[in-house]
């Protein structure tokens, strides 16, 4: 039986896990190799990390290869989307404004997706939803490329693996939509 000190260790291990993981997704050269989302990293994590992170959300079994699990908010500000390939390792995670439950999810979905642990948690990528496109270029380091929706590839040089990042931008020109992914096959 698990005694409520031991319980507390291992939370605790858990937790300092997380904040350093993207420390140590970083190269040599400090440049953030793997892309993650409150420490859960596109291409690493699996879904038992995001299950353990936010709980159970909602299945959807259409999503990815192996499913997708949908989280909200309790006002319903914005949906994150985590969907598995192989092994239910996340291959995407894709945060946006607004509730977004999968199609034919039903009408029960946005309590189902609702996660207390996504209120708790701090923004943890640089750029925020609601941001100006000016704001997501500066802080981005990328140039607006014309239209709603910029990608480009992070990672790059010291790193042996690459992430997909695009974000979207609604017709007022806030960030509405992030999505991380495993890059594709250069």
């Known amino acids: 039986m698990e005694t409520p000190h031991r319980?507390?260790?291992?939370?605790?291990?858990?937790a300092i896990a997380?904040?350093?993981?993207?420390?140590?997704?970083?190269?040599?050269?400090?440049?953030?190799?793997?892309?993650?989302w409150d420490g859960l990293a596109v291409g690493v994590s699996t879904e038992r990390n995001v299950?353990?992170?936010?709980g159970k959300g909602l299945f959807d079994p259409n999503g990815g290869d192996t499913g997708?699990?949908?989280?909200?908010?309790?006002?319903?500000?914005m949906t994150l989307a985590f969907e598995f390939g192989v092994d239910k390792i996340i291959t995407s995670v894709t945060a946006s404004r607004g509730l977004h439950p999968p199609a034919?999810?039903?009408?029960?979905a946005a309590a189902k997706m609702v996660s207390r642990q996504l209120d708790a948690l701090s923004h943890p990528y640089?750029?925020?939803?609601?941001?100006t496109e000016a704001a997501?270029?500066?802080?981005?380091?990328?140039?607006?490329?014309?239209?709603?929706?910029?990608?480009?590839?992070?990672?790059?040089?010291?790193?042996?693996?690459?992430?997909l990042v695009e974000l979207t931008f609604d017709k007022a020109g806030k960030l509405d939509r992030i999505a991380l992914s495993i890059a594709p096959d250069e």
């Open 7 to 14: 319980i507390a260790r291992v939370g605790a291990f858990f």
């Open 18 to 36: 997380v904040l350093l993981l993207p420390a140590a997704l970083a190269s040599d050269n400090g440049t953030l190799c793997t892309l993650a």
């Open 51 to 54: 299950v353990a992170m936010y």
């Open 68 to 77: 997708a699990r949908y989280y909200t908010d309790r006002k319903h500000s």
């Open 104 to 108: 034919g999810a039903g009408k029960d």
């Open 126 to 131: 640089p750029v925020a939803l609601g941001m």
């Open 136 to 163: 997501a270029a500066r802080t981005a380091r990328v140039k607006a490329q014309g239209d709603d929706t910029w990608s480009y590839v992070a990672g790059g040089i010291g790193c042996d693996r690459s992430g």
